[in-house]
């Protein structure tokens, strides 16, 4: 499953059962010696919680505080720009990141019952 030039490359093989499909992953790590840079989360807002009157409040603030519009279009949408996630992150908390990503949205707890029913046969 790799080249001759690269299967030193290879390592910590392993290959998972269970997955929600007939087939199974393997998994293995690349032993490479540039490291690899992150890319940062993207901050996610739980706009369900939100306190919208301070949100409203706190955005009129620094609005007011935008450079008049005769400075550049570049500063303009800069200062909306810090206006807005200012009020967000003084207004609506954060979301916690989560390990599982993708999730099916017709996934239940019911299909997770039946397939831990199916793996224990």
């Known amino acids: 499953m790799s080249t001759a030039n690269t299967a030193s490359l290879v390592k910590d093989w392993t290959v998972t059962d269970l997955t929600d ?35 409203k409040t ?5 609005i007011g505080r935008i450079p008049d519009s005769s400075t550049s279009i570049n500063t303009t949408a ?3 720009i810090r206006a807005i996630t200012t009020a967000a992150d003084r207004s ?14 017709w996934w239940s707890p019911v ?10 046969q």
Not at 42 to 54: M, P
Not at 58 to 62: C, I
Not at 92 to 105: D, E, L, N, Y
């Open 21 to 55: 499909s007939d087939h199974r992953v393997i998994s293995f790590r690349l032993a490479v010696k540039k490291p690899v840079e992150r890319v940062p989360a993207e901050i996610r807002y739980d706009v369900r919680s939100a306190d919208w009157d301070l949100f």
């Open 92 to 105: 609506i908390p954060k979301k916690r990141p989560t390990a599982i990503t993708g999730r099916s949205p």
């Open 58 to 62: 706190t955005l009129l603030g620094e």
């Open 111 to 120: 299909l997770s019952t039946l397939r831990q029913n199916l793996v224990q």
């Open 78 to 80: 800069d200062g909306i």
